[in-house]
């Protein structure tokens, strides 16, 4: 009788069934995530800067020519900028993650066709730049460390928002202005994070009602407009000679009287982990300006700008 094939049967079927139960109660493991980056290289700034905020300076093997805080920032190898990343020297280095501009086609198309895993940063408002810092963290293995920023940023937010004045001075922030060249700069429209700051901060952005990001007034439209407070923004390490320039520039055109602020600080060109810093000091600025307009006994000093 041909028994052996059928009493082998139940044995077989008691396997399958032994390994259906197995595949159904261990855990799975998705072997599509990406690991934690080890060895990442950033050319924007204020990512290079939101790495070491999360304690990761350690892992970011090069960055990017303008990259310039924190100080340790400038021990690290340089890699080009926006317009000319060095693409044959990033791809020697063998990074296993890549923080471009979004806007570099050319870089990520290279980088990719190589294997190299991107993660692309775009400009936005305030809570768009939140969000970066937070799904940065999630991507580099330091989502604890990211939500804690950004929780510190928005109770700053609260506060300063807390003690706005009770009139909204109007605002105009100047950024990539060459000097003695008043007729040519830009400024920020209502999808800028530097808007966002200044609403905040209690004031009134002189570009509000333009949806755009970055805007090129005529000179035309700023005296018309006629803002209250004017802050110009530029990197840091002016001079003393420089920042009297710049503010005759306006002064010459007789806005803002009194209220003209040449920033050289970093914070307050980029959203980054220092946005509540920015914030401070833009209230500082409007609060500065509501005192010498309202002056009270206790005080009635005028407002100084940082030079």
Known sequence: MSIPRLA????????LLLLMA????????DISAPAVPQRIISVVPNVTETLFAFGLGDKVIAV??????PP????????GGLLNPNIEKIIEMHPDLVVTYGSQGVLRETLQSVGIRLFPFSHGNVEHSLNYILELGRVVGAEARSQQIVQDIRRTFDEINASRPAVAPK?????????????????VGSRAFQHDLIQIAGGRNLFADVDKETIQPTLEEVIS??????????PPGLSEVEVIQRRKDWERLGLA???IYIEAESHLLVPGPRLALAAKRISEIIRGVEQARFPTPQSGTHPSGRF
Request: net charge positive; charged share 25%; glycine share 10%.
């Open 72 to 79: 340790e920032v400038t021990k690290k190898p340089r890699i």
């Open 8 to 15: 082998g049967r139940p044995i077989v079927l008691l396997l």
């Open 171 to 187: 605002v105009m922030i100047v950024h990539d202005r060459g000097a003695g060249l008043i007729g040519a700069f830009y400024s």
């Open 22 to 29: 197995v595949s159904c109660t261990a855990p799975t493991r």
């Open 64 to 69: 990017g020519d303008y990259d310039d805080f």
């Open 225 to 234: 407009r006629r803002p209250d407070i004017i802050i110009e923004t530029l």
């Open 257 to 259: 009287k009194g209220h």
